[in-house]
C-alpha cells in the first residue's frame, strides 16, 4: 500500500511562488512516473505535470510552460512542484498521483492566488 501527503499550499499574491511537495510511503515510488493534476471548483481534473522515474522526461500543460518546474528526489520519495508566476486562474487543489496499478492518489494541498 502506498500513501501520499501534498504539502506546501497556502494563500499567495498574485505573481508569487508556492513550492508544493508530494511525499510518498513505500520502496516502489522511485520506480513510476509521478503527475501532479488540480480541480478547481466546478472544473474538471486538470493535468498539469508529469515526471518519469528517473527524471528523464518531463511533460506540462501549456496553461503552466515557463511558470511550473516539477522534480523529484527518489531518495527521499518526494516530488515536486515549484510555481512561479502565480495567477489567480492558478487556484485549486493540487493533487499528487502515482503511476502505479491501480493509481495512487493524495488528498491533495489547496493553493490559493488573490488578485
Known amino acids: 500500500q502506498v500513501q501520499l501527503v501534498e504539502s506546501g499550499g497556502g494563500l499567495v499574491q498574485a505573481g508569487g511562488s508556492l513550492r508544493l511537495s508530494c511525499a510518498a510511503s513505500?520502496?516502489?515510488?522511485?520506480?513510476?512516473?509521478v503527475s501532479w493534476y488540480r480541480q478547481a471548483p466546478g472544473k474538471q481534473r486538470e493535468l498539469v505535470a508529469t515526471i518519469t522515474s528517473g527524471g528523464g522526461i518531463i511533460n506540462y500543460a501549456d496553461s503552466v510552460k515557463g511558470r511550473f518546474t516539477i522534480s523529484r528526489d527518489n531518495t527521499k520519495n518526494t516530488v515536486y512542484l515549484a510555481m512561479n508566476s502565480l495567477k489567480p486562474e492558478d487556484t485549486a487543489l493540487y493533487l499528487c498521483?502515482?503511476?502505479?496499478?491501480?493509481?495512487?492518489w493524495g488528498h491533495g494541498t489547496q493553493v490559493n492566488v488573490s488578485s
Open positions: 498521483h502515482l503511476h502505479c496499478p491501480p493509481g495512487y
Open positions: 513505500g520502496s516502489i515510488f522511485a520506480i513510476y512516473a
